[in-house]
Nanobody, 125 residues
Framework: QVQLVESGGGLVQAGGSLRLSCAASGRTFNLAMGWFRQAPGTEREFVAGISWSGGNTNYADSVKGRFTISRDNAKNTVYLQMNSLKPEDTAVYYC???????????????????WGQGTQVTVSS
């Protein structure tokens, strides 16, 4: 079992920055990690993902160049640095984990085994 706890959400003005953290506990080995988001009335969408080794990352086109995913396996924590935030980035952000050591970073939510409770990010215009 894997438990995931997100933190770092909040209210920020457009153009600002936030850093989300996701702390994993339980089984923390061979976990690929991802960030997804869901705005009201929309489906959950992939934002960014990182392989277990940290050597591979993947980003949604809408966040490329603005968001950076990273991980510290010694701390069992994954981060999402979000810069140049836009009102359309407003959503609940979820951390997800997938039991795999593969280098490929899957973007499909159904492929992830564990989920956090989510943290709200609100970007005002």
């Amino acid at each position: 079992q894997v438990q995931l706890v997100e933190s770092g959400g909040g209210l920020v003005q457009a153009g600002g920055s936030l850093r989300l953290s996701c702390a994993a506990s339980g089984r923390t080995f061979n976990l690929a990690m991802g960030w997804f988001r869901q705005a009201p009335g929309t489906e959950r969408e992939f934002v960014a993902g990182i392989s277990w080794s940290g050597g591979n990352t993947n980003y949604a086109d809408s966040v490329k160049g603005r968001f950076t995913i990273s991980r510290d396996n010694a701390k069992n924590t994954v981060y999402l640095q979000m810069n140049s935030l836009k009102p359309e980035d407003t959503a609940v952000y979820y951390c997800a984990a997938r039991l795999t050591a593969a280098a490929y970073v899957d973007t499909r939510s159904a492929r992830y085994d564990y989920w956090g409770q989510g943290t709200q990010v609100t970007v005002s215009s």
